[in-house]
Structures are given as C-alpha cells and as structure tokens.
C-alpha cells in the first residue's frame, strides 16, 4: 500500500513563496515517477510539474516555468515543491502523485496509480 501525504500548503500574498512537501511511504520511493498537480475550483485538475525517478529529467507547466521547482531526496522519500513569486491564479488544492509506470517523466494525470489528499494553496492579491 503506497501513501502519499503533502504538506506545507497555506495562505500567502501574491508575489510570496510556499514549499510542498510530499511523503510517500510504501514501495521502494525510486521506482516512482513523481508529479504535481492542481485544482482550482470549478475547474479541471492540471499538471504543474514532474520528476523523474533518479530526480535528472523534470517538467513543467509553461504557467509555472521558472518560478516552481520539483525536487525529490530519494533517501527520505519525499518530493517538494517550491513555489516563488506565488499569483491569484496558482491558488488551487495541490495533489501530489506516483507512478510505477515506464517513462522518464509524466505529464498525463491517468498515468499516475498513486494520489495524495491534496493541500490547499491560496494566494492573495
């Protein structure tokens, strides 16, 4: 049984910083492709960011490019998330998420076999 648990969401003004952390318990951690993504209300869930499993290749959203960055420390099993320059736009509940499945990175939701409950990440104006 693999959990996932993110932690580290909030309240912060536009133009601030959070980091998400994601600790993944179960199964080895450094067969999981690991990803990000979110959901604003009344809206679809979407993909912010990916990493593949040695943490070498990354992905990321062009709404998020150059202000977030995924990390992971294999021998913790956990995943972060650093968010900088934080807009209304980016408040939404963020899911962290595994997969076990081939590739390097993912950017497709269905492709991921593992979820956690989601943090929630408001940013005011």
């Known amino acids: 049984q693999v959990q996932l648990v993110e932690s580290g969401g909030g309240l912060v003004q536009a133009g601030g910083a959070l980091r998400l952390s994601c600790a993944v318990s179960?199964?080895?951690?450094?067969?999981?492709?690991m990803g990000w993504f979110r959901q604003a209300p009344g809206k679809e869930r979407e993909f912010v960011t990916t990493?593949?499993?040695?943490?070498?290749?990354?992905d990321y959203a062009d709404s998020v490019k150059g202000r977030f960055t995924i990390s992971r420390d294999n021998a913790k099993n956990m995943v972060y998330l650093q968010m900088n320059t934080l807009k209304p736009e980016d408040t939404a509940v963020y899911y962290c998420?595994?997969?076990?499945?081939?590739?390097?990175?993912?950017?497709?939701?269905?492709?991921?076999?593992?979820w956690g409950q989601g943090t929630q990440v408001t940013v005011s104006s």
């Open positions: 998420a595994a997969s076990a499945v081939g590739g390097v990175t993912l950017t497709t939701s269905s492709r991921y076999s593992y």
């Open positions: 179960g199964r080895a951690f450094g067969i999981y492709i």
């Open positions: 990493i593949s499993r040695s943490g070498t290749a990354t």
